[in-house]
């Protein structure tokens, strides 16, 4: 037994784990998101190999929400089967996490922040992924109907309920954080992480307030697209690949906005990258770790190797001030 705990445990010794604000949890420095390629029309063999390398890696915390496929809920559906198949002995090493915020059925009670939407779809999350709890349930949108203070009683009722041990706020603003955070505290309720976009392109987390703000609350913060939905890779500098984001899927991504003035950047940025010994992928996650600002980068991926590839980030987070003025004069900051 010993040696199988000691086997398993150096899984560990791959990955940093930094700790989610002034909270007990700690998050792997990248972590494996389920926005995308684990839907209805992708491969379920692949889906299971990506988490396997993940979880080999240190990678600890799966990220989920209702809406991720599409079809709505066919991330979660996935992810319960691959649980159920792999990883049900692991799941106290494991940080799973899920939202609400986004339309998910018809009508008026499934979409935004009422307690009658979020209290539902974290059962419906819980049925999906064969759990009887979550370690962190986010509201995923602030909704500008529903009065926060009832948004925030509903994620406050669901952590004592036992059906998930913290809760989170994901793409709030600064003020709205700081009233989230000030109502939870009077609930006694941990609200622990917001979610936000951030990357070398795009650093309205800088520009609106809310970096600082976390930090000053101790908030912990978790930054998704940190590779700009692939912009921050290699992979367009040659055209456009037919299994690219661009390519299969372009809800998010499209051809438009590669421009020459970005592909311009991504080029300076990948050479700056090639001088320090990364792929452009390593070294825009390693920018967004360079402090102790972000808790973990939430990595999407296609296919197991980009996973192994990307999680030296954790490793080279170290800039030199002329390499983080020349990002910034490449971005025009």
């Known amino acids: 037994m010993g040696d199988v705990y000691a086997a398993n445990g150096r899984r560990y010794e791959k990955m940093t784990y930094n700790r989610v604000g002034k909270s007990g949890l700690k998050f792997p420095a990248v ?32 990220d989920l929400a209702n809406n991720y496929g599409p079809v709505p809920g066919s991330a979660e559906e996935h992810l319960g089967k691959i649980l159920k198949e792999d990883f049900l002995p692991y799941r106290d090493e494991l940080v799973i996490t899920t939202k609400a915020g986004y339309g998910m059925w018809p009508g008026p009670y499934g979409d935004w922040g009422s307690k009658k939407y979020l209290t539902a779809s974290v059962d419906q999350s819980l049925k ?40 989170g706020i994901s793409n709030y603003d600064e003020a709205n954080t700081r ?16 979610q936000r976009r951030y990357s070398i392109f795009d650093r309205s987390i800088e520009d609106d307030g809310v970096k600082d703000c976390c930090r000053e609350i101790g908030m912990g913060i978790i930054a998704f697209s940190p590779l700009a939905q692939g912009l921050l ?41 090639l001088e320090r010994g990364q792929t452009l992928a390593q070294m825009a996650l390693s920018w967004i770790l360079k402090d102790d600002g972000v808790a973990s980068v939430l990595i999407g991926a296609s296919r197991p190797e980009q996973i192994a590839e990307n999680i030296s980030a954790a490793e080279h987070r170290d800039f030199t001030a002329e390499e983080l003025e020349r990002i910034d004069r490449i971005c025009g900051r």
């Open 128 to 167: 999906r992924m064969g759990l009887e709890y979550v370690d962190i349930f986010y509201h995923h949108r602030m909704d500008p109907e529903t009065p926060l203070e009832e948004t925030m009683e509903a994620l406050a009722l669901i952590v004592r309920s036992g059906k998930a041990l913290y809760a």
């Open 179 to 194: 009233k989230a955070m000030t109502i939870m505290k009077e609930l006694h309720c941990p609200l622990i992480v917001n």
């Open 31 to 62: 972590s494996l998101g389920f926005w995308h390629n684990f839907g209805s029309k992708d491969n379920y063999d692949t889906m299971k190999a990506m988490c396997r390398t993940a979880f080999d890696l240190g990678i600890t915390q799966f």
């Open 233 to 273: 890779t290699d992979k367009y500098l040659k055209g456009i690949p037919a299994d690219s984001r661009i390519g299969r899927d372009p809800r998010f991504l499209k051809a438009d906005d590669l421009t020459e003035e970005r592909l311009g950047q991504i080029q300076a940025l990948n050479d700056l990258a």
